[in-house]
Every structure is written in structure tokens, then in C-alpha cells.
């Protein structure tokens, strides 16, 4: 399988688990990031980084941001070797090879420096699949499904590791949203809801994903206002359907991907145009 070549970086994709996918761009794009005044430094964690597209996408935010390499690092994780072998290959061979380093390793039994309150930020594009028919390609099944990170352990250990103020953000199939709205208070009572959009492919359709962000309680916290220059904003109608009408104080907004005529969305380009070659 060809490469994917994007503004500022190209990434390899034919060895690992999961290759680049718009799910993955999406949470890229529109995690929330801090700038350099609002914080000393920044230690971002990518759960599952398969051939390092987030976390990529994130060190080139980072450094439109201001940010210097040695008072941030992207840390990005996978349990599947030849996935890791081809994201470093991927860092290596990028201008933002200073910002991002890539682990082998196991999220739920991680060793004993992945401390408590280390990261500012967690990002993850989630195995998302339960009981569901598996493929006859084991690395497939572990990049896909929620065996190897079950949902509720995804939570306890991104509160664990973030500290008071830090935000765990990920992009999720609206019914594994649904799910992960119920474990969070029993797995994560210290995560509160802050930001979530509703992803729209076209007029008409389903939601089919759900960017959310979650941060964690103490002090520090920073307010919604204070990263808004910092995130990209998607701009689109907000709907009917408020985070407040379900007991939280989070901001919601829609996504629409495509307008009825198939053209991409002056919104959907705006969360993407520092990143593919179209936009």
C-alpha cells in the first residue's frame, strides 16, 4: 500500500495494524492543545498510534504553536511491534522528529515510570469493536477490537496518568460513545465531559462518530475560553441537542463532513486544511 503524503509530513502505512483513516485525522485536527503561555510544558500521550498519524499531527500543532521540543514531548504507544517499527521510521524521516517518540508497550500494564499526573494530554482512536465477528488477521483484531484495550481500563489508566487540568480526547463510533458515557463515572469519577462534536458524513444521515474530550478535576483547570485560540474551531450549526440537556456543562457542536452534493464542508476544511494537500 502507497504511502500518505500530507502537508508537512508523510507517513508509511503498509506494515502497521491500522493504516491513515479519517477517524484518526479528525481526532488529530481537534484535540484540544495548550499553547506555550498557558503552561510551562506539555507531555501528550497517543494510545494505539499505529503509523504515528496523531501523534504526528499533533507535534506539527504543537510546533505552529510555539512550542519547542525540549518543553514538550508527544510519547506515542502500541502494542503491535511492526506498527511501532514503522512509526519511528515515520518520525525519523520528518521535520518533527525531535518531538515525538514511539513505544512498544502495553497501556494497561504500563512499567513504573508512566507515573501518576504525567500527561497534559492523552489522545486515542480506540479499538472500538465488542462481541463482534472478528477478521481471520490477528494484528487486524487487536488494532480493531476492545479485547486488547477494554473501554473501562482505556478510563481508570487516563485518569491515572493525568494530571489535575490534563484532558483525555477521542474519536468513537456513536454507539461506543453511548457506552463509554455509562463506564466513565464507575472507571473515571474524576474526568468531567468538556467538548464533544457529533460527526455527520452527509445531510440526512446517522452520526457516525463522536469526537469527545473529557479533563480531569483539581486545580488548574483550565477553562473553555482560554484554549479556544489554540484548537480548531468547527464553525457548523449547533444542534437541538445540547450537552446540557443531558446534565453537563460540556460544548457540543456538529460536524458535517460533506454538503447533499458531495463537497466538503467549509467547516470540515477548516479543521483539516493545515493538513491534507486538498484542503
Known amino acids: ?96 522528529r525531535d518531538y515525538v517518540r514511539v513505544s512498544e508497550a502495553d497501556f494497561l500494564h504500563l512499567p513504573d515510570s508512566f507515573a501518576p499526573g504525567r500527561y497534559s494530554r492523552i489522545v486515542s482512536n480506540p479499538p472500538f469493536f465488542e462481541e463482534s465477528l472478528k477478521s481471520p488477521l490477528p494484528r487486524r483484531n487487536c488494532a480493531r477490537h476492545a479485547d486488547t484495550l477494554p473501554f473501562a481500563g482505556l478510563l481508570s489508566v487516563s485518569e491515572r496518568l493525568l494530571e ?34 457529533r460527526v455527520f458524513s452527509r445531510p440526512g444521515k446517522a452520526c457516525e462518530r463522536v469526537l469527545a474530550e473529557w479533563v480531569k478535576s483539581g486545580s488548574g483547570i483550565p477553562s473553555e475560553s482560554s484554549s479556544s485560540s489554540s484548537v480548531p474551531q468547527e464553525t457548523g450549526k449547533e444542534t437541538g441537542f445540547h450537552a446540557e440537556a443531558k446534565g453537563s456543562n460540556a460544548a457540543e457542536k456538529d460536524l458535517l463532513v460533506q454538503d447533499a452534493e458531495g463537497a466538503y464542508t467549509e467547516d470540515y476544511r477548516n479543521l483539516v486544511k493545515d493538513f491534507y494537500l486538498w484542503a
Not at 525540549?70 to 524521516?93: I, P, Q, T, W, Y
Not at 461506543?176 to 463506564?183: D, I, N, P, Y
Open 164 to 197: 489535575a487540568g490534563g484532558r483525555l480526547s477521542l474519536v468513537l463510533p456513536w454507539r461506543t460513545w453511548e457506552r463509554m458515557e455509562s463506564l466513565q463515572p464507575l472507571h473515571a469519577p474524576d474526568l468531567r465531559l468538556c467538548r464533544w462534536t
Open 1 to 96: 500500500m502507497p504511502g500518505f503524503q500530507f502537508k508537512q509530513f508523510a507517513l508509511e502505512h503498509e506494515k502497521s495494524s491500522m493504516k491513515v483513516g479519517t477517524d484518526g485525522v479528525l481526532l488529530g485536527a481537534w484535540a484540544a492543545l495548550p499553547s506555550p503561555g498557558e503552561t510551562e510544558s506539555i507531555r501528550v500521550l497517543d494510545v494505539g498510534c499505529g503509523c504515528g498519524l496523531i501523534a504526528m499531527m499533533l507535534a506539527q500543532r504543537l510546533a505552529a504553536l510555539g512550542w519547542k521540543p525540549d518543553a514538550c514531548r508527544v510519547e506515542a504507544l502500541d502494542l503491535d511491534g511492526d506498527s511501532c517499527m514503522e512509526a519511528c521510521s515515520n518520525v525519523e524521516n520528518s521535520v518533527f
